[in-house]
């Protein structure tokens, strides 16, 4: 069984940084079935969404296009935990977050994902 914790959500101002943090325990961090970390996000009245994705040895990464430039998400696997660090936010980026792993084929799509985190609030006001 693997565990993710996310932390690091809040409440901050359009054009603002923000760092989300995703623990992983359970499994070995870098092992076949947490290979892939993803975070995803969901608004309100809205799907979740994928936003970004890391694998296992953190050199590959995928983001989706309403994030690209200003989202980075990164991974220390000597402290089991994933990184999204958000820049120049917009009111838009506004909903819970999700970080999720697995031995994902298709990294943008949420059924690749075996384990899911309970999510973090992140409000961006204008």
């Known amino acids: 069984q693997v565990q993710l914790v996310e932390s690091g959500g809040g409440l901050v101002q359009a054009g603002g940084s923000r760092r989300l943090s995703c623990a992983a325990s359970?499994?070995?961090?870098?092992?076949?079935?947490?290979?892939?970390f993803g975070w995803f996000r969901q608004a309100p009245g809205k799907e979740r969404e994928f936003v970004a994705a890391?694998?296992?040895?953190?050199?590959?990464?995928y983001y989706s296009d309403s994030v690209k430039g200003r989202f980075t998400i990164s991974r220390d696997n000597a402290k089991n935990t994933v990184y999204l660090q958000m820049n120049s936010l917009k009111p838009e980026d506004s909903a819970v977050y999700y970080c999720?792993?697995?031995?994902?084929?298709?990294?943008?799509?949420?059924?690749?994902?075996?384990?899911w985190g309970q999510g973090t609030q992140v409000t961006v006001s204008s």
């Open positions: 999720a792993c697995g031995s994902v084929g298709v990294v943008d799509r949420e059924s690749q994902y075996d384990y």
């Open positions: 359970g499994r070995t961090f870098s092992s076949y079935s947490m290979g892939w």
């Open positions: 890391v694998g296992r040895s953190g050199d590959n990464t």
